[in-house]
């Protein structure tokens, strides 16, 4: 897939464009969007002038924005790969709630003994991916043999899923601590949780999900553009009949596209309940949103996966800087993520309706073309 | 056995029409949009402005009335943006409805944490529809008889004027309709506006009915409406039919807890919620077979 001047420009017009639609909102409902947006940067990436020339470096936003960004880059690829098979997948949440189902389920009552110690964390990995890929692959099922279009039981899937989740930790359910009166696991042990790389402070953890998130990427884009797997995958998406039509399998391309894609979102999901979090409860589930703003991280990395990367890395670090805003006394109480929301959702607008920049840019060159040749431009 | 017709018949039957009302609103909704030939995925965030801006619009103008008319012109707000991009920026319409669903929670929750500050949050006492006595001591909304009477204007204006005819030729042949003189991108944008209109009052149904706004309280609703409008083969009375099937479902997920009979395990509420939205996808994967949707939807339109 060669980059096109294009494919850089939409993207950023897309954020600038959205981050104004944003500040004019906050400067709308009364307070100070200038500031607002300061401590957005600073929530992003640590930044912040204090006098000098160059800025004083915070590492616990940037260790924020990191955490934040490892499961946006599986869930960004989870929605990239189906998109590449012309295919919406809006159920991340739902296939990433069995990752974590799965892998907590595995990393609370199986304890692999002495030396087998080593594959505890692999086979966690292994078993929320696959049980990912196949709530995807579900939804790829409906699509291809019933003709069930994909976004909505796609959208289906995911309340399934936390209701799943939620019957699994109810008081009295198979995976919740017995004795405890609350809809909750018990805390995962220590052998189980995810392998930390970076710890700014005491509070703020990365984990090894974000190195995998990046080797995941580049297989990812090996399996699209150098398999004859990601040929068909593609071939499916540019053009359903014509695949047909040269002897591809579309039903069955479709449904491994989607299990590949829910596999991606299976493992955002291992990641996030053994990395993220302590325990499961019966809201874990469904307040994941990164399932969602993976929809946002694909488009806007025009589903090819060093772009994915890009975006999520970006879209960690807006909910970094909703996060840091939200306390801020200056600013209305809990307004931060919010305000994160509406700025992804015109980001995935103006991604969408590109012919906004399209024509802008079509006026700008014209008039560069009316004047008289040789004239400086 | 008069607890029995009490509670299975009359019971169940009242929360099935009072559940199924948002979908047929909505779905009617997207029928509009979708006869016009633009999907509209954004049903869910119209339905979500219509259930905020309906509370806050009773809230300011102290009526009811005013609550609709809000919580309806967010809607039909959000339909102009929603024809504005895929009628003449021609947008991808599934990434244009995805977009919007973002932008009216995000704006919607912004809003209501700005104008309502918690933990008083959303006032508990504004002005709603009135119910309407039924025999038996039973209530329910005027806006559940707005909803019948919404079924059977649709089906007159889309099969019976000749607004109707302009708005199905433009669905399944806009290249003819232009042809003959129909104006294809303002059609679109009225059916878009119209959905998002009928997509609100959905939405301040929901939210009347509880008598409050509260995040999330849509959850998915919308595209239960949507998928009602693919069962019901984009026919008014079908989605009637299919939007009494899910509203069916939903009653039943609130009251087999209920049942002893089941045993325990099987009727723990968290997995009866899932029931609708089972159901939901099993009707649409069973039965329907293929549903064959208007022709033109979902391509955009360019002026020859």
Not at chain 1, 259 to 275: D, E, F, H, P
Not at chain 2, 84 to 109: E, K, M, P, W
Request: hydrophobic residues 55%; aromatic residues 10%; charged residues 10%.
């Amino acid at each position: 897939m060669r980059i096109r001047r294009e494919d850089l420009l939409v993207p950023v017009l897309a954020v600038l464009t959205a981050m104004l639609v944003g500040m004019i909102f906050i400067w709308i409902t009364g307070y100070d969007a200038v500031y607002a947006y300061q401590r957005l940067f600073f929530g992003m990436t640590g930044l912040q002038w204090e006098g000098g020339l160059l800025p004083e470096w915070y590492t616990t936003p940037f260790g924020r924005t990191l955490r934040l960004a490892t499961p946006l880059i599986f869930t960004g690829l989870a929605v990239a790969v189906a998109f590449r098979a012309g295919l919406f997948n809006i159920g991340g949440q739902g296939q990433m709630a069995l990752g974590m189902i799965v892998a907590g389920a595995v990393a609370l009552k199986l304890d692999l003994p002495g030396a087998l110690g080593v594959f505890q964390i692999p086979l966690q990995l292994a078993m929320g991916a696959l049980a990912g890929a196949a709530w995807g692959a579900l939804a790829g099922w409906l699509k291809a043999v019933r003709g069930a279009h994909e976004v909505i039981t796609t959208i289906m899937l995911n309340y399934v899923a936390y209701s799943i989740g939620a019957y699994l930790v109810r008081v009295g359910g198979p995976l919740q601590l017995s004795g405890s009166t609350n809809k909750e696991t018990a805390s995962f042990e220590p052998g189980t949780t995810m392998p930390v790389i970076w710890r700014p402070d005491n509070f703020t953890e990365v984990h090894v999900g974000l190195l995998l998130g990046l080797v995941v990427a580049a297989l990812v884009w090996f399996v699209l553009e150098r398999t004859a797997l990601g040929y068909q995958i593609r071939a499916v998406g540019f053009n359903p009949e014509a695949a047909r039509y040269g002897g591809m399998d579309v039903a069955r391309v479709t449904v491994v596209a989607m299990a590949l894609a829910g596999g991606l979102a299976g493992l955002a999901g291992v990641g996030y309940a053994l990395g993220d979090l302590t325990k499961l409860t019966d809201t874990s589930f469904s307040s994941v949103q990164a399932g969602f703003t993976g929809i946002a991280v694909a488009l806007l990395g025009r589903n090819h996966p060093l772009g994915v990367v890009f975006a999520a890395l970006l879209f960690g670090g807006l909910s970094s800087g909703g996060t840091q805003i939200q306390s801020d006394q200056a600013l209305a109480a809990g307004v931060g993520p919010k305000l994160v929301d509406v700025i992804q959702g015109c980001i995935i607008f103006f991604v969408g309706a590109d012919a906004i920049f399209r024509s802008i840019a079509n006026r700008v060159s014209a008039r560069g073309r009316a004047t008289p040749a040789g004239a400086p431009v | 056995m008069g607890d029995f017709i009490q509670f299975w018949i009359i019971g169940l039957g009242l929360a099935t029409v009072r559940f199924a009302a948002p979908f047929v609103l909505a779905g009617l909704g997207g029928l509009f949009s979708e006869r016009a030939g633009i999907v509209n995925i954004a049903l869910e965030g119209m339905m979500v402005a219509g259930a905020f801006f309906a509370i806050y619009g009773s809230d300011v103008t102290g009526h009811w009335v005013g609550g609709l008319a809000f919580g309806v012109g967010a809607g039909m707000l959000l339909g102009l943006i929603h024809a504005v991009a895929t009628v003449s920026l021609r947008a991808d319409q599934i990434i244009s409805g995805t977009a919007l669903i973002l932008i009216a929670a995000g704006l919607v929750n912004y809003l209501s944490v700005t104008l309502y500050p918690p933990p008083q949050g959303t006032p508990a006492s504004v002005s709603r529809p009135p119910l309407i006595p039924l025999p038996g001591d039973e209530k329910i909304s005027i806006l559940v008889l707005a909803m019948f009477l919404a079924v059977a204007v649709t089906i007159f204006v889309v099969f019976r004027t000749p607004f109707g005819l302009r708005l199905r030729a433009v669905g399944e042949h806009p290249k003819a309709a232009d042809t003959v003189g129909i104006d294809v991108y303002r059609m679109r944008y009225i059916a878009v506006i119209i959905s998002g209109g009928l997509a609100g009052l959905a939405g301040a149904y929901v939210s009347f009915e509880v008598g409050s706004y509260t995040e999330g309280m849509i959850a998915g609703k919308g595209f239960i409406a949507l998928a009602a409008l693919i069962f019901g083969k984009w026919h008014p009375l079908g989605v009637l039919a299919a939007s009494m099937l899910f509203g069916f479902s939903q009653a039943l997920a609130l009251r087999l807890p209920n049942v002893e009979a089941i045993p325990e395990a099987l009727r723990a509420p968290e997995l009866l919620t899932a029931l609708p939205y089972l159901i939901t996808v099993i009707a649409l994967a069973g039965f329907v077979g293929r549903s064959v949707g208007p022709a033109a939807v979902g391509k955009p339109y360019v002026k020859g």
